[in-house]
T-cell receptor
Framework: AQSVTQLGSHVSVSEGALVLLRCNYSSSVPPYLFWYVQYPNQGLQLLLKYTSAATLVKGINGFEAEFKKSETSFHLTKPSAHMSDAAEYFCAVSKAAGNKLTFGGGTRVLVKP | EAGVTQSPTHLIKTRGQQATLRCSPISGHTSVYWYQQALGLGLQFLLWYDEGEERNRGNFPPRFSGRQFPNYSSELNVNALELEDSALYLC?????????????FGNGTRLTVT
């Protein structure tokens, strides 16, 4: 069975500072990994996904994530935070032949001016 | 294109009652997923429907059920409501397997059980 752990339920960053959200996974098979973002009062929106191609994945809104098999990690980063990045971010994993996404507990990002 | 739509946006019920939540997927999407987002519990997978059939369900009691209609819209029913059923219920649709096609989420139905 696959699972996802997000370290830190809340992260506070200053506008213009680096955003780093941590995600570690466990999976019995090579995983497919995703980051989703949820803005207030909305559903989730896909930021990026890893599907065994390049280990560094670029997503929307300037976010990127790096798959590190040796560390079983898929951390999300953005070089410079913007006020509009305030949201909740979810890491998710799916098996290659699976049919559902398993989500981490989410990390809420607060951006300070 | 129109996104995934869910209705109602808010639903208030009392303990023991039944709740019905509805979801219309994006046109052309045949798979519908239901997730429960309860405070402090993250997103929990509830049900997956594809081509009118229930394909998988999460670790929820049988009083959580649903169906998918021929037009691929879906309904989630929760019987004998309990206080801990209070949550945001999210519906998502996809045109293929979720590892290959992104899930498109609706804005959810917030169910409050009093």
């Amino acid at each position: 069975a696959q699972s996802v752990t997000q370290l830190g339920s809340h992260v506070s960053v200053s506008e213009g500072a680096l955003v780093l959200l941590r995600c570690n996974y466990s999976s019995s098979v090579p995983p497919y990994l995703f980051w989703y973002v949820q803005y207030p009062n909305q559903g989730l929106q896909l930021l990026l996904k890893y599907t065994s191609a390049a280990t560094l994945v670029k997503g929307i809104n300037g976010f990127e994530a790096e798959f590190k098999k040796s560390e079983t990690s898929f951390h999300l980063t953005k070089p410079s935070a913007h006020m509009s990045d305030a949201a909740e971010y979810f890491c998710a994993v799916s098996k290659a032949a699976g049919n559902k996404l398993t989500f981490g507990g989410g990390t809420r990002v607060l951006v300070k001016p | 294109e129109a996104g995934v739509t869910q209705s109602p946006t808010h639903l208030i019920k009392t303990r023991g009652q039944q709740a019905t939540l509805r979801c219309s997927p994006i046109s052309g999407h045949t798979s519908v997923y239901w997730y429960q987002q309860a405070l402090g519990l993250g997103l929990q997978f509830l049900l997956w429907y594809d081509e009118g059939e229930e394909r998988n369900r999460g670790n929820f009691p049988p009083r959580f059920s649903g169906r998918q209609f021929p037009n691929y819209s879906s309904e989630l029913n929760v019987n004998a409501l309990e206080l801990e059923d209070s949550a945001l219920y999210l519906c998502a649709s996809t045109e293929g397997a979720p590892y290959n096609s992104p899930l498109h989420f609706g804005n959810g139905t917030r169910l409050t059980v009093t």
